[in-house]
T-cell receptor, first 112, second 115 residues
Framework: DQQVKQNSPSLSVQEGRISILNCDYTNSMFDYFLWYKKYPAEGPTFLISISSIKDKNEDGRFTVFLNKSAKHLSLHIVPSQPGDSAVYFCAAVNNSGYALNFGKGTSLLVTP | DTEVTQTPKHLVMGMTNKKSLKCEQHMGHRAMYWYKQKAKKPPELMFVYSYEKLSINESVPSRFSPECPNSSLLNLHLHALQPEDSALYLC??????????????FGPGTRLTVL
């Protein structure tokens, strides 16, 4: 049973524009959310996180928004760059603090 | 050193072989994890070690046997695997388990093929 869902398997965006990657979750016990980026043949790389007590966290070109009532979060990348092309995984942690529950990932392609 | 290293990068083994995957980190992290990732699927947690003790075993078959010899090393011993065990095996570490410290750092993975 997938508790973290990324319903868009792929997204294509032009360089310089905004990329918006979406993630929904079903478990209201999730307290902490993370985004990971994965290039082929590499392990996931931590990108940005947000605690459930916040609704926004920003780090350079990356901003994560959390809507707890809708159980929805999104990652905004602006401006998008070709080097951002990768698979982006949304992950959530429940209050036991152990396991990362991953979504299936969204493959982002940023075209020049 | 902010890296998690995994060896080997690729491994091909028969169903009767015994092999081991190795993971190492020198960030002083006290939690280490094994994940399994099949093609086009998200990583799935297998084991969690916290302070060198096994904390979580996600109902993984006994043909996978983890070992944490010290705080920097994590091994996964493989024996009598099945072809469906072919996958990317990812190791990760975090400063500790617990909500505020669960930014896990991943290694590049070992691509395992079982013939």
């Amino acid at each position: 049973d997938q508790q973290v869902k990324q319903n868009s398997p792929s997204l294509s965006v032009q360089e310089g524009r905004i990329s918006i990657l979406n993630c929904d979750y079903t478990n209201s016990m999730f307290d902490y959310f993370l985004w990971y980026k994965k290039y082929p043949a590499e392990g996931p790389t931590f990108l940005i996180s947000i605690s459930s007590i916040k609704d926004k966290n920003e780090d350079g070109r990356f901003t994560v928004f959390l809507n707890k009532s809708a159980k929805h979060l999104s990652l905004h990348i602006v401006p998008s760059q070709p080097g951002d092309s990768a698979v982006y995984f949304c992950a959530a942690v429940n209050n036991s603090g152990y396991a990362l529950n991953f979504g299936k990932g969204t493959s982002l392609l940023v075209t020049p | 050193d902010t890296e998690v290293t995994q060896t080997p990068k690729h491994l091909v083994m028969g169903m009767t072989n015994k092999k081991s995957l190795k993971c190492e980190q020198h960030m002083g992290h006290r939690a280490m994890y094994w994940y399994k990732q099949k093609a086009k699927k998200p990583p799935e947690l297998m084991f969690v070690y916290s302070y060198e003790k096994l904390s979580i075993n996600e109902s993984v078959p006994s043909r996978f046997s983890p070992e944490c010899p010290n705080s920097s090393l994590l091994n996964l011993h493989l024996h009598a695997l099945q072809p469906e065990d072919s996958a990317l095996y990812l190791c990760a570490s975090s400063p500790t388990t617990g909500l505020l410290y669960n930014e896990q750092f991943f290694g590049p993975g070992t691509r395992l093929t079982v013939l």
